[in-house]
């Protein structure tokens, strides 16, 4: 009687593991996924160095300046230069050099036009660097102040200036505004520098 006792619990055992093993078998299990796709654009920093002959026109001038022919002694010349971000661009900062260029001119004749004084917009601040520093931050689709308006020829200038010709070249430089800092002035305000910095030309890639 023990054995078949014995017999029955090893049995019944055998029974209950099989059962557990289909009931295991059969079980089913509620899932569930998702997935995104982020995409990241990188920005950039583009605009121009735009130029007017007069501070009330609307449209800039094409091409790479402006020619005055026939320049006479006391002559105000109209001459515009400012810079605009594109829509599209990055907030900025920007700066411009102003470099006379006298080449071929005689000594005294290129000293005459180096002199030459330029009313400059009190926006625009001279580093020591020799950059001219805008003091604003400039957002997307907008342009700086002009860094001056005109030229005026001296009154004195005579025959020793006659034919001489002489160029003012304007060169722009646009910075991103986010993650830079300018230097400043000990006064904590005035922007008069960038730090060493190299500036690259921006070229939009071909679609």
């Known amino acids: 009687m023990a054995k078949s006792k014995k017999i029955a619990i090893v049995v019944a055992a055998i029974a209950l593991i099989a059962v557990i093993g289909v009931v295991g078998s059969t079980l089913a299990f509620f899932t569930d996924q998702d997935s995104k796709t982020n995409t990241f654009t990188m920005g950039n920093v583009n605009g121009t160095l735009e130029e007017k002959k ?3 026109d609307s449209t800039p001038i094409d091409g790479t300046g402006i020619t005055f022919d026939n320049v006479t002694p006391n ?3 109209g001459k515009v230069p400012y810079m605009k971000l594109g829509a599209d661009s ?3 900062y920007a700066r411009i050099k102003l470099t006379w260029d006298t080449t071929g001119l005689k000594p005294d004749q290129a000293a005459k036009v180096q002199a030459l004084a330029l009313e400059i917009n009190s926006k625009w601040v001279l580093g020591a660097d020799g950059y001219y520093y ?3 931050k400039i957002e997307k689709g907008q342009e700086t102040a002009p860094i001056f308006t005109e030229v005026k020829i001296p009154s004195d200038w005579g025959n020793e200036m006659a034919n001489a010709t ?6 722009g430089d646009f910075i991103q505004a ?3 800092t300018p230097n400043y002035a000990e006064d904590g305000k005035t922007i008069n520098g960038w730090g060493n ?3 690259e030309q921006f070229s939009a890639p071909q679609q």
Request: proline share 0%; hydrophobic share 40%.
């Open 90 to 92: 990055s907030d900025a």
């Open 178 to 180: 986010d993650n830079f």
């Open 75 to 77: 002559a105000t010349l």
């Open 134 to 136: 805008y003091q604003d």
């Open 54 to 56: 007069d501070n009330g």
């Open 197 to 199: 910095v190299t500036i």
């Open 166 to 171: 002489f160029k003012l070249q304007v060169e």
